[in-house]
Nanobody, 124 residues
């Protein structure tokens, strides 16, 4: 059974940076694509970023392109989301998710395991 735990959320001023981490249990991490999604109050969960099992393939949402970067360290079973130039509209609960396959994917329904989420609040 895979467990995902997110770290690094908090309150930051607009223009600031945060780095989210997601630690995964189990031995399948390096064979699994990972993703970050977010959900703001009153809105549906939306795709933020995804990375393939090897880390060679990544994709980010247009809304965060040029500001957010996804990366992973398979030796540490950890995936990261570096968030720069944060905006108030980035305020949301951020979720880490793991697929049972290697390929990066932007659709939440293709993910098999989810973390509990971490709150990111960006003040103006």
């Amino acid at each position: 059974q895979v467990q995902l735990v997110e770290f690094g959320g908090g309150v930051v001023r607009a223009g600031g940076s945060l780095r989210l981490s997601c630690a995964a249990s189990g031995s399948t991490f390096s064979r699994s694509a990972m993703g970050w999604f977010r959900q703001a109050p009153g809105k549906e969960r939306e795709f933020v970023a995804t990375i393939s099992g090897t880390g060679a393939d990544t994709s980010v949402a247009d809304s965060v392109k040029g500001r957010f970067t996804i990366s992973r360290d398979n030796a540490k079973n950890t995936v990261y989301l570096q968030m720069n130039s944060l905006r108030p509209e980035d305020t949301a609960v951020y979720y880490c998710a793991q697929r049972a396959t290697r390929g990066a994917n932007v659709y939440s329904f293709n993910y098999d395991y989810w973390g509990q989420g971490t709150q990111v609040t960006v003040s103006s």
